[in-house]
């Protein structure tokens, strides 16, 4: 099942930021404007469970269950996201959500999960757009890799000094 959260939603929009910033945005755009769903069904539900399974079983046993619950809790598949663009203005709907910018704008803070600061950075590397989100937890990495057949991907990767090893899956989209 999916399960929207304010730091995908902050992901999504501070990577557009994160386009506007590094000079790029509307090249980086052109053909990518759109509604993107996900394609994987329970299977990418299973594969974040089967990731953080991976870490935490090198963990503790009084640490894993607690680092199990946190990790599962943040991680979800999400339904759809969209780009929308008018002008310099971008809006990024994330399941119904929407996260407004200015192309061009500085990369602002995001408000992450637990409703502390998350800061982020954002670049574009050919049709792939990296996101990076900082707490005192760790970092979360997303990249979202663009096809040229209308598919999309987003890769995540979580790391922190309390896990023994990044956690990283895999999720597919595709443009409608």
């Given at each position: 099942?999916?399960k929207p959260?304010?730091a995908?939603?902050?992901?999504?929009?501070?990577?557009?930021?994160?386009?506007?910033?590094?000079?790029?945005?509307?090249?980086?755009?052109d053909?990518?404007?759109?509604?993107y769903f996900?394609?994987?069904?329970?299977?990418?539900?299973?594969?974040?469970?089967?990731?953080?399974e991976?870490?935490?079983?090198?963990?503790?046993?009084?640490?894993?269950?607690?680092?199990?619950?946190?990790?599962?809790?943040?991680?979800?598949?999400?339904?759809?996201?969209?780009?929308?663009?008018?002008g310099?203005?971008?809006?990024?709907?994330?399941?119904h959500?929407?996260?407004?910018?200015?192309?061009?704008?500085?990369?602002?803070?995001?408000?992450?999960?637990e409703?502390?600061t998350?800061?982020?950075?954002?670049?574009?590397?050919?049709?792939?757009l990296?996101?990076?989100?900082r707490?005192s937890?760790?970092l979360r990495?997303?990249?979202?890799?663009f096809?040229?057949d209308?598919?999309?991907?987003?890769?995540?990767?979580?790391?922190?000094?309390r896990?023994?090893?990044?956690?990283?899956?895999r999720l597919?989209y595709?443009?409608?």
């Open positions: 099942m999916t959260t304010n995908i939603g902050a992901a999504f929009a501070m990577v557009i930021a994160g386009l506007a910033a590094s000079g790029s945005a509307q090249h980086a755009l053909g990518l404007h759109g509604i996900h394609q994987g069904g329970e299977a990418c539900d299973i594969q974040i469970r089967e990731a953080v991976e870490v935490v079983s090198e963990m503790g046993r009084l640490q894993r269950g607690i680092a199990r619950h946190k990790l599962l809790d943040k991680n979800h598949t999400y339904e759809s996201f969209q780009i929308l663009i008018d310099d203005s971008l809006t990024m709907r994330v399941n959500r929407d996260y407004e910018l200015e192309l061009g704008a500085a990369p602002v803070e995001a408000t992450g999960i409703g502390g998350v800061l982020t950075q954002a670049t574009v590397r050919g049709r792939t990296i996101q990076t989100f707490t937890q760790g990495r997303h990249r979202v890799h096809g040229t209308g598919t999309a991907f987003l890769e995540v990767s979580i790391e922190s000094e896990l023994p090893k990044p956690v990283h899956y597919p595709a443009h409608h």
